[in-house]
Structure formats: C-alpha cells, structure tokens
C-alpha cells in the first residue's frame, strides 16, 4: 500500500510499509519476532479489560447494534440469494462468526439463517458471555451454537468444507497484512463449494489509520482491495452501512468468494449500433 497514513496521535506514514517496520520490526513476517508477539498481545489485553456488554464491545456506541444488524442482514440476504438458488431454504447452513465477542451477530442474525453458527473469539470472559447468552436464547427449531473457539484470528485454522459463509466483523484491524492475508489462504479450505467470506469493517477514507490504543489498523478501501487480491479473494458484492453517527468510520460489507463471478457473455447485435452500457 502505497498511500500514506496517520495513527492515532497524529503521527504521519509515508505508506504502510514505514508503519508495519515500526511496529512489527524489519522482519514483520517473523512468527517470533517479539514486536509482533507484544502487537497481538496488547490487543487482546485492550478487550479483556473492556466489559462484556454490547456498549462495551461496540465502544460506547451500543445503540447502533439495531442499524448494523438490519443493514447485514439486508447485505445477508442478498449473498444468500447469491450462494443459494434458494436462499438455503433446503440446504444445511453453517457459519463461521470470527472476533463473534459476545455474540451479538450470531444471537440477532445468523443464528436465524445458519443452522449452525461456530463462534470465534480470543478473549474469554466474551466468549464465555456468548455461550451463556445464547443458552439462554429460544432459538429457531434445528438452529444452534456449535463450537465455541477461544483462538485468535491469526492462529485459526477452519475444519475442511464446512462453511457456507464465514463472517468478519470489526476484527480483521487486529491483524497484520501478512497475517489478514494468511488467515484468508488457510480459511477458504474452511468453505463448501460456492461459500463465501462476508467482511464488515471500519473503512478510512484514504490510506490508513493505526490506532495505538487497541493495536488496530483502519484501512482504506483500497487498501483492503490490494489484500483482497493478494489472498487470491474475488470481490462478488459490496455495500456501505447506513444509519451510523457521522463521527464514526465509514463502515463497508464486502462479500469475497475463491472463485471470480461468471461473467454473462454480451449477444452480438446484427446491426451497427452502439450497445447501452449497463
């Protein structure tokens, strides 16, 4: 990523490249390397002091919970329609829901469409929150929570061909480029036939944001779209959030599957005139 960036305190990058080399050292792919370790380490040590409460994992913004559920799950409907001829109506539906934190996701969402959720989070008091809410939930007839997976993103390898979606939101800052795009690499063996990624994150408006505090990275569309390419992802839709406060990020969905979209060849016209661009 070329474009230059900022952290939190002000401090400005020529590109991400400068950035990554101080925080992660001159070998950030190192799996050793100490600044890496104490990257991850600090992160996780940020949420675990953080209550197990929707305020507490959507920062002190708990009352856009309703708005960012009713836009994934217009967003979900429209992936579903496109993995399934039927919108999974006859199919078995399990999902993934990595950095789930305590639930939110899986309990108003995709507990409601999967058949199967597995929940995914490294810290433990809100994973532990997540299995105690969602055993107190009255679930839909067949539908319920599988596995809980105290792991973190990074370390996280999914069992083979059992997802239909796996779901990723507001974690993904969490890793390192190197890391975002190994995890997606190891994840897509975790994916049935026709599944797909949906990722849901924080988006800057140019370049990217480090933030010192939460050890994260806000990156811009863009940047995510290099990555994407890089981990060999095709883009099949995408769509911004609506209805969030104007002090906050921009927030894009990305549907991401292994394979490009089928491309529906044009029909030649028998006559000269120019075709309508769609």
Known sequence: MEAGGSDSGGRE?????????EQLGEEPAAADSHKRVSWYRDGVAYWQGVEASVDGVLGGYGHISDADIKGSEAFLKCVLNDVCVDGGAKRHLV????GSGIGRVTKNLL???????DLLEPVSHFLEAARQSLADETLPERHRASNFYCVPLQEFTPEKRRYDVIWIQWCIGHLTDD??????????AGLKPGGCFVLKENTA?????LDNEDRSVTRSDLYFKELFECAGLHLRKMRDQRGFPEELFA?????????APKRTRATRSNTNSPAIIK
Do not use: P, Q
């Not at 990058?13 to 080399?21: D, I, L, S, V, Y």
């Not at 507990?111 to 959720?117: A, L, P, Q, S, T």
């Open 111 to 117: 507990i409601r469409y999967f058949h199967e959720v």
């Open 205 to 209: 408006r140019n370049g990217f944001v």
């Open 251 to 259: 927030v894009k969905m990305y549907a991401l599957s292994t394979h």
């Open 13 to 21: 990058f020529k590109n991400a490249a400068e950035m990554w080399r």
């Open 179 to 188: 890391d975002l795009i190994s995890f997606f690499k190891r994840a897509k």
């Open 95 to 98: 999902a993934l829901d990595c």
